[in-house]
């Protein structure tokens, strides 16, 4: 754990620079706002799941200190997607944040603290002074006696403000479901949504849409009970029982309570919910895997092929006899029985490992994973993985792993002998912790952005929510490819296959929409025996060279621009391959953009995401106070071919213009 040092001499803090501010009421802050204050600098990106720990552990701190301590979270990016405002606005009301957030993309502020790794937390001053800096989690403690030690020296000097903070919440977007995380179909052609923002279990008839029933009371904590009074917090994973073990068991469905550190169980005939393991203190592993390191610092989890035969598995073997309400688990996100194993398989994602859990015996058990967190295959107990969250069992009996911060698909395969069942890891499709994109063609090269589910199809290959690219994916392990199954969803978090309706179907939780849809399986996805077809667009024939790029908006009747904090425009632009596209890639606002286009290869795809905000109001006028906003987003995927005589303007249209 870093020990917090408070030194003799006094360093001002830096500004705090950003492209803007959530949870201030549009309000633009600046140290000065803030003197008078304790003020806590904690540098997040939302993907971390210590970042995440850390939001949990602040909280009492901010009750306990609300009248003198302001936190105020620097959102500092891993991913691209993580730069993107709305996603981080959804983010920030997806985890219930009650505190000023600066949304920092270019990393302004967190090169001005000298921040290297996620999370970090900056302790300031009433006066404005830097007086202590900590990396990782597990800091609760140390700061609750360093707050109150400046809250008694300032408040002799006459430096400590008392009062409310900055913070103003911002309007809530969801309805029945509030960023669902996770779903199961259930024996009676109904669905089991994991309704996380609303911390409780939600029943959907099968038009994914009408409310069946509740399971607990919607209140964010950890209470065993019947379904009027049971209470879970932030639940993602679920997974139905055999109907046999589930009788042995006494219950139906088990739950990934991922904040409680527990998994959970459902009898689904009473609505009864009890705690079946994890005694809700998170386990920590050792203070060098609790912060999430950026590119190019030194740190042994982001090697790929580094040696891992040095490092022993987090949990030595006598712990796996521990019985299972006595034995800690951080953040379980979703879990998925096992035929080969004959239990469930759990993805422990808040120590990089894979657990086992039986309910008959309710034994505990490592599957795989040492905690370090990297992307390194082979034995079970050698493997490393990062923050996995979705599991998915196809018909050899091989677990298919979406390990999120390695923007990789694993597979997890067993072997048995004399000696017992081995489990060896290997990965489809990923490369490492600081590698992502969007490509689709060979594995080796394909690349995914911050997955977090897997389903598997009927011809055996894999589906993957890649929920950073707001897409779903297949790997078809018989040809080692990936190609792209759909686009423009909004942080897609869980696939299951449903067979309810005749043809098979796609479920897809999307999870910043609030909502379940349905998207078909291609045909060569659903039977081996009608072989691989595909269908291909006419390519656009563009020129080498600068292309000037636009696409035309225009509110509709009634709307106007909503340019109270900026530009409310944006592009997102990116190519597969890559090397397509020389320059104008990234995100940025504004609906116009110079691409520039490689001779050197004969073509391939562009991807294009525009967005614009617009609010109820007339084009020249005020927006009325509480007016209804909107958001207008399309993606293309536009085949192009580089030619001679090629186009050297492209333009889309958003939406139609009035």
Known sequence: MTETVRTDYRVRASALEGRNWLNTGGRQLGLEDLRGKVVLLDFWTFCCINCLHVLDELRPLEEKYSDVLVTVGVHSPKFEHEADPVALAAAVERYEIHHPVLDDPELLTWQAYAARAWPTLVVLDPEGYIVANLSGEGHAAGLDSLISELVTEHEAKGTLHRGDGPYVPAEPTAGNLRFPGKAVPLPGGTFLVADT???????????????????????????????????????????????????????????????????????????????????????????????????????????????????????AESDLGTAPLDVSLSSPWDLTWSSALERLVVAMAGTHQIFTFDPVTGAVG????????????????????????????????????????????????????????????????????????????????????????????????????????????????????????????????????????????????????????????????????????????????????????????????????????????????????????????????????????????????????????????????????????HLYQQDWGIPVTIEAAGDSVLTLDLRGLD
Not at 566 to 581: H, R, Y
């Open 197 to 315: 923002g609303h911390h409780r279990l939600v029943e959907l008839e099968a038009d994914l849409t009408t409310v069946r029933s509740v399971l607990g009371d919607g209140t964010k904590g950890w209470q065993d009970g019947t379904a009027a009074t049971a209470r879970f917090n932030e639940p993602q994973g679920l997974a139905v029982l055999p109907a046999g073990v589930a009788e042995k068991a006494g219950y139906d469905v088990v739950v990934a309570d991922t904040v409680n550190h527990r998994l959970r169980a459902v009898a689904l005939d009473s609505g009864t919910v009890t705690t079946v393991a994890g005694n809700g203190i998170q386990r920590l592993l050792d203070a060098g895997n609790q912060t999430k390191r950026a590119a190019g610092d030194p740190h042994p989890s982001e090697s790929s092929t580094a040696d891992a035969s040095s490092f022993e598995p987090a949990l």
């Open 366 to 629: 490592i599957l795989a994973g040492t905690g370090l967190e990297g992307l390194l295959d082979g034995p079970g107990d050698k493997a490393w993985f990062a923050q996995s969250s979705g599991l998915a069992e196809d018909a050899a009996g091989n677990i298919w792993v979406a390990d999120s911060e390695t923007s990789a698909l694993r597979r997890l395969s067993f072997t048995t002998d004399d000696a017992g069942t081995h489990v060896s890891v290997d990965t489809a499709v990923g490369a490492g912790l600081f590698d992502f994109g969007f490509r689709d063609g060979d594995a080796a090269a394909a690349r995914l952005q911050h997955p977090l589910g897997v389903a598997v199809l009927p011809d055996g290959s894999v589906a993957i929510a890649d929920t950073y690219n707001g897409a779903v994916r297949r790997y078809d392990p018989a040809t080692k490819t990936v190609s792209t199954l759909a686009r423009g969803l909004a942080e897609p978090s869980d696939l299951l296959v449903d067979t309810t309706t005749g043809e098979p179907l796609l479920i897809v939780v999307e999870a910043n929409r609030h909502e379940l849809v349905r998207l078909p399986i291609p045909k060569e996805a659903q039977s081996v025996d009608e072989g691989a077809r595909q269908t291909q667009r006419p390519a656009s024939p563009m020129a080498a060279g600068p292309v000037a790029l636009s696409v035309r908006f225009s509110a509709p009747k009634g709307q106007k621009l909503d340019d109270r904090w900026g530009d409310p425009t944006q592009l997102k632009i990116s190519a597969s391959p890559e090397e397509l596209l020389l320059s104008g890639g990234g995100t940025s606002t504004g609906l116009t953009r110079e691409l520039v286009l490689s001779g050197d290869v004969p073509g391939g795809v562009l991807h294009i995401t525009a967005r614009a905000a617009a609010c109820d109001g007339e084009p020249g006028g005020e927006i009325p106070d509480h007016a209804a906003c």
